[in-house]
């Protein structure tokens, strides 16, 4: 059986790229509101939070929607 490789078209390079910076804005958003965030503001361990941003999408997301406490700001 042979696999055939197909190049990405420009639209579709272009739609790559923009889907791999916005994923980028938002691990570094995530990041930098945890940097920035008091301790006491957020859910669980700081650094245990770390690790998690790197988690494609799934990371900065669980990290703003479970791990700030919101309404203490």
Known sequence: MTHHKRELTG???????????VQFAFA?????????RPAEQVRGPKPA??????????GPAAYFAVGIKHGTR
């Not at 639209?11 to 910076?21: A, C, F, I, T, W």
């Not at 570094?28 to 920035?36: I, P, R, V």
């Open 11 to 21: 639209p579709e390079q272009m739609g790559v790229l923009v889907v791999g910076l």
């Open 49 to 58: 939070w770390i690790p998690a941003l790197f988690i494609n999408w799934i």
């Open 28 to 36: 570094f958003l995530a990041a930098w509101d945890l940097a920035h």
